[in-house]
Nanobody
């Protein structure tokens, strides 16, 4: 059974930084692309960033490009999201997700391609 556990969320002032982690278990982590999504109150879930199974290819939403960095450590079966220059509009619950299918080229940006999700971690950015 796949389990994804996020950590690292919290309250931060605008312009600050946070680092989210996603610890995975249950199947071979290094075979699957991983992604971060977020959902603000009253809004739909949206794509934030994704990383290929090997870590060599990443994709970002335009709203976070240049401020957020996704990475993974396959030896530690953990994915990260370094968030810098945070803005109030980044406030949301952040979810990590693991792609349903293994391998692949570019990591997917559509939520429907991810079969496993964490419980989420709250990120609140104050102005």
């Amino acid at each position: 059974q796949v389990q994804l556990v996020e950590s690292g969320g919290g309250l931060v002032q605008a312009g600050g930084s946070l680092r989210l982690s996603c610890a995975a278990s249950g199947r071979s982590f290094s075979m699957y692309a991983m992604g971060w999504f977020r959902q603000a109150a009253g809004k739909e879930r949206e794509f934030v960033a994704a990383i290929r199974w090997s870590g060599g290819v990443t994709r970002y939403a335009d709203s976070v490009k240049g401020r957020f960095t996704i990475s993974r450590d396959n030896a530690k079966v953990t994915m990260y999201l370094q968030m810098n220059s945070l803005k109030p509009e980044d406030t949301a619950v952040y979810y990590c997700a693991q792609r349903l299918m293994g391998w692949g080229d570019a990591p997917p940006v559509r939520a429907v391609e991810y079969g496993y999700w964490g419980q989420g971690t709250q990120v609140t950015v104050s102005s």
